[in-house]
């Protein structure tokens, strides 16, 4: 029976939580379809485990575990595919039944063992979390080899009892031992210095990987992540662009790019390629319409400054004067035109394989038309439209309200209004609406049509390449009672992609599946 993944003394595990930790922040939620696409990429990518999901959570979030366990959990050369689970068997029950399908499929069960947790969380004394924990390693060892268990906020646990904890789920058979930052407290100095102890005084710890998962509030989860790797942890909890609760986890790229960059100073390798990181940070920027600041470590637009025209001079004489990392290291594309207006549907569908989307049928047949559509309208189409273009076909939600027609008036002395009409199963419906701009007056008119009243949280919009031609993106959140939604759209026409990003928030909150989760959040 393969049991995941096997710890090597000069190699660390990518654990990537994009779509557990990273999805659960809010404005990032993602549907079965966007899980599933990011997924491919992240196995593209080469991590080692993917954390998918917290299947009791929701039947949705079950869903998409089932689905990436069933389709990328199968690919050659699959990573594992992992499932949260708190403690309680019933729980694991369920994770099983969702990660199950995959080829290397893990279990991460989790409890806390901080006694401020203990006191007004979970109410319970020390000795039966201990017991709970143990019970749990021992059922999800029933079903799997590959066991994780976390003790949540481990940084504020009782130092002994914590180790007692993790010497138990050892000998219970956990294969694994996640020391989380939960709370993103920790410095790096006392972090390193933690894990080192934790080997010391757990006795049977060479018997599991020790794997850290930290939590940026402090800024420091790269920092404690890698200090973490100097002293023995061969496993880190990471996700792209550092995405998830809060101030959010350590980020992938920055780890991975630290190793291999400083290779000669921590003599340690991951089995990630590289070349495919900017695509990864792309894709989920394009899926959660939540750009990367621009000087964000590795993904940002200004993290290879030369390329802005900054120190242009002393990098053309000698690369070696500001460059510690080459843009193709990260698959960074050099935005070149690529395709115009006569380009055919082949040159299309190699360009798309190059950049690593492998399109055919009547997937293939759509993103073509929007290409035509795009082409008659800009001259050049770069390969950051086209990756526009493709993803927002793969990851479209269902369209339950579809934009039919729009029409708008504005400028100054006028007040602002437009006109909208709407398909809803095959039913036009139509209204209008005024504003002090024209995004208002498109909204007010959408309101008008849905009933759904909104109340606009963030709006933004940018430019996908240069050129006063560029594509649009529109990226909103939007608060539906209660319920943060967020939504994008792209057009030539900046006035239709805040319309059509509109009606994608509305669209992901009335999908049928859409469902409440409950409260507990996880390490
Ligand atoms: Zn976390």
């Not at 947790?117 to 799997?144: I, Q």
């Not at 780890?255 to 089995?271: E, H, N, P, Y």
């Not at 437009?418 to 007056?441: C, I, N, W």
Request: hydrophobic residues 40%; proline residues 3%; charged residues 30%.
């Amino acid at each position: 029976m393969p049991h995941g993944v096997d710890a090597q003394p000069d190699r660390v595990i990518i654990f990537d939580t994009t779509l557990r930790d990273g999805e659960q922040a809010p404005g990032f939620s993602m549907n079965v379809i966007e899980k599933l696409e990011m997924a491919r990429q992240l196995a593209r990518l080469g991590v080692d485990v993917i954390e998918a999901g917290f299947p009791i959570s929701s039947e949705e979030d079950f869903e998409s575990v089932r689905e990436v366990a069933k389709t990328v959990g199968q690919l050659e050369d699959a990573p594992s595919i992992c499932g949260l689970s708190r403690v309680g068997l019933g729980d694991i029950d369920r994770c099983w039944e969702a990660v199950k399908h995959a080829s290397r499929p893990r279990i991460h069960t989790f409890v806390a063992t901080s006694d401020i947790h203990l006191k007004y969380k979970l109410r319970k004394s020390r000795a039966e979390v201990l017991k709970a924990a143990v019970d749990a390693v021992r059922h999800a060892r029933g079903y799997c080899d590959d066991v994780e268990f976390s003790p949540e906020d481990a940084s504020r646990s009782d130092f002994d009892y914590m180790c007692d904890v993790l010497e138990a789920v050892i000998d219970a058979g956990a294969r694994t031992i996640n020391i989380p930052d939960t709370v993103g407290y920790a410095m790096p100095h006392e972090w390193g210095e933690r894990i080192a102890r934790i080997r010391e005084r757990v006795k049977n710890s060479h018997r599991a990987v020790i794997s850290v998962h930290c939590h940026n509030d402090l800024g420091q989860a790269v920092a404690n992540s890698l200090v973490a790797i100097q002293n023995g942890a061969r496993q880190v909890e990471c996700t792209i662009n550092g995405i998830g609760e809060r101030a959010g986890n350590a980020s992938l790229e920055e780890i991975v790019m630290a190793l291999r960059t400083r290779k000669d100073f921590f003599g340690i390798d991951t089995r990630v390629r590289t070349e495919e990181i900017y695509r990864a940070s792309k894709l989920l920027s394009h899926i959660t319409g939540v750009h990367v600041q621009p000087n964000k470590a590795i993904v940002g637009e200004n993290a290879f400054a030369h390329e802005a025209g900054i120190h242009q001079d002393g990098v053309l004489k000698e690369k070696l004067t500001y460059e510690i990392m080459r843009p193709e290291d990260i698959g960074r594309p050099s935005n070149k035109l690529v395709l115009g207006k006569h380009s055919g549907r082949h040159a299309f569908k190699i360009r798309l394989k190059d950049l690593g989307v492998d399109l055919d049928g009547p997937e293939l047949d759509k993103a073509f038309k929007r290409f035509k559509d795009l082409a008659d309208k800009k001259k050049e189409v770069y390969d950051e439209d086209l990756l526009a273009i493709v993803s927002d076909e793969l990851t479209q939600v269902p369209e339950t309200f579809a934009l039919d027609y729009l029409h708008f008036v504005s400028g100054t002395g006028l007040i602002p209004s437009a006109t909208v009409r709407l398909r809803r199963e095959g039913h036009a419906f139509q209204d209008s609406g005024t504003g002090d701009g024209p995004v208002e007056a498109v909204y007010n008119a959408i309101e008008a049509i849905t009933g759904i009243k909104g109340r606009l949280l963030d709006y933004n919009l940018r430019a996908v390449t240069q050129g006063r031609d560029a594509i649009g993106e529109v990226a909103v959140k939007v608060d539906f009672d209660g319920s943060v939604v967020s939504g994008k759209g792209s057009s030539t026409d900046v006035i239709e992609a805040s319309a059509r990003a509109y009606l994608n928030a509305i669209n992901r909150l009335v999908r049928p599946s859409a469902g409440a989760r409950v409260a507990e959040a996880g390490p």
